[in-house]
């Protein structure tokens, strides 16, 4: 029986250092498919993705693609707002940043220094065809990013009962 034990050790290890001589001899494994490493727009759904699944209207608004195109994310100008997100009471919560008609503009030029015109001049001229009584600000030009107040709600009429009394 000892025999019978020891036979079967010495085939399994030669098999093994078989098996081990053959994949010296194999080529490499193909590397796993990746995606591009420099893509044009990130995933939408990526780093904004739970801002999106109460603010899905930016999937489709021209300054939020526009940003998100250059990876410029929900969190670059608004935080994390970690507890906004976890917000089961929709909007009671207030995100970490928001700006104000008057701080829009000095928080685009945290990013955006140059102008094709100078912001003074074009403000000036604004102002100079009194297209309004506030001076504009960038998302006057070039698009907005605002949630809307949403329309009032028609209070519930109950249904009036049936037959003349």
């Not at 899905?56 to 100008?77: N, P, Y």
């Not at 928001?98 to 102008?115: F, G, K, P």
């Not at 001049?121 to 309004?132: F, G, N, P, S």
Request: glycine share 4%; net charge negative.
């Amino acid at each position: 029986m000892r025999a019978h034990w020891s036979w079967i050790a010495a085939t399994a290890v030669a098999l093994c250092l078989a098996a081990l001589a053959q994949d010296q001899d194999a080529p490499p494994p193909a590397p796993e498919p990746t995606a591009p490493a420099d893509t044009d727009v990130l995933d939408p759904m990526g780093p904004n993705g739970a801002c999106y699944v109460c603010h899905m209207t930016f999937l489709r608004e021209d300054l939020a693609k526009t940003h998100l195109k250059a990876k410029v994310t929900c969190i670059r100008c608004h935080g994390l707002s970690a507890a906004h997100a976890n917000d089961e009471n929709i909007g009671a919560t207030k995100p970490d940043r928001l700006y104000e008609r008057t701080q829009v503009s000095d928080s685009c030029r945290e990013c955006h220094a140059t102008h094709e015109a100078a912001p003074e001049r074009v403000i000036q001229l604004w102002l100079d065809r009194e297209l309004t009584e506030v001076p504009p600000v960038c998302t006057d030009c070039h698009g907005t990013h605002r949630i809307d107040a949403p329309a009032p709600q028609q209070p519930e009429v109950p249904p009036t009962q049936g037959g003349a009394g």
